[in-house]
């Protein structure tokens, strides 16, 4: 039996690619927005939040990417039979 924790894992078990993309493009429009902010002089503190922030935001979309390939392929497919 699968063991779901998150909303977002209900979403990915039920329809990975248009999850993925919706998500992802949403992620992408932020980092997007952040690399805008990013070419405007800042304070150095500042700046380095967007990068932080921008760091974040790429990794989210890198996770996402793997759960959604997870939850396409025979993991995903098993655990909607067991679960």
């Known amino acids: 039996m699968t063991t779901r924790l998150t ?3 209900d979403r990915l078990a039920a329809s990975p690619d248009t999850v993925a993309r919706e998500l992802g493009a949403r992620l992408d429009a932020a ?3 952040l690399q805008r902010a990013l070419r405007r002089p800042l304070a150095p503190a ?21 759960m959604a390939n997870r939850y396409g392929t025979s993991y995903g497919a098993s ?4 679960g």
Not at 46 to 66: D, K, N, P, Y
Not at 79 to 82: A, C, D, V, Y
Request: proline share 0%.
């Open 31 to 33: 980092d997007a927005s």
């Open 7 to 9: 909303h977002l894992e």
């Open 79 to 82: 655990s909607k039979r067991s």
């Open 46 to 66: 500042q700046h380095a939040a967007l990068i932080a922030q921008s760091q974040a935001l790429r990794a989210a979309r890198t996770i996402l990417m793997r």
